[in-house]
């Protein structure tokens, strides 16, 4: 029997690395940090590095970047690789703590251009962080794109506010509509777990 796989990796794409180095350390408001993700999102799409997704983790009062993720699931193979699993991945590694709520951090937030897909919503509610912003959570997505985000619970909301995760929603809510539009006419892949690319 061939050996079994032991590990695999999720990493950002090189011009992300190379593209934060030059970023700012702060980001002291809600809108320069969702445009922030939404310009990293058209640069993956751009540079054919993943979907059009993105995500960033700050210190929500002071808003110091403390990670930064986007959609990697095509060029690296894995469905697991969406932006915000990368995100939160990453702040946890960074902070050696898988609990981003833990006793002496600083309350953190997740910024993403769009609400959560199902799994990226246990991942947020599991993550410690305390606030979650994003673009918008209507049907637009799905029907732009042709991706399934799968069956997110009509109470999500509620969800959050029951472990004291703050959420808001509309923050640049226009520029993500245009990229999953752009997206949705580029013909470039998308993947489903049920009967592969578009519907």
Not at 68 to 80: F, H, I, Q
Not at 126 to 153: H, Q, R, Y
């Amino acid at each position: 029997m061939p050996a079994l796989p032991t590990s695999f990796t999720l990493d950002l794409p090189d011009w992300l690395t190379d593209l934060s180095a030059g970023l700012p350390a702060d980001f002291p408001t809600l809108p320069q940090r969702m445009a922030l993700v939404n310009d990293l999102a058209r640069r993956n799409v751009a540079a054919g590095s993943g979907g059009p997704f993105a995500a960033a983790v700050f210190e929500r009062d002071r808003g110091r970047l403390v990670s930064l993720g986007v959609n990697r699931v095509v060029p690296l193979g894995l469905s697991c690789a969406h932006a915000e699993v990368m995100a939160l991945s990453l702040a946890q590694q960074a902070l050696g703590s898988w609990d981003l709520g833990a006793p002496g951090l600083p309350a953190h937030q997740l910024v993403v251009n769009w609400r959560p897909c199902a799994m990226c919503f246990g991942a947020t509610l599991w993550s410690g962080v305390v606030d979650l912003v994003i673009a918008g959570d209507g049907p637009e997505l799905e029907s732009l794109t042709g991706f399934d985000e799968g069956p997110l619970p009509a109470t999500w909301p509620d969800e959050l506010r029951q472990r004291r995760i703050a959420l808001t929603v509309g923050v640049g809510r226009d520029e993500a509509v245009a990229l999953f539009a752009s997206f949705g006419r580029s013909g470039a892949p998308v993947y489903n777990g049920r009967g592969g690319g578009r519907r």
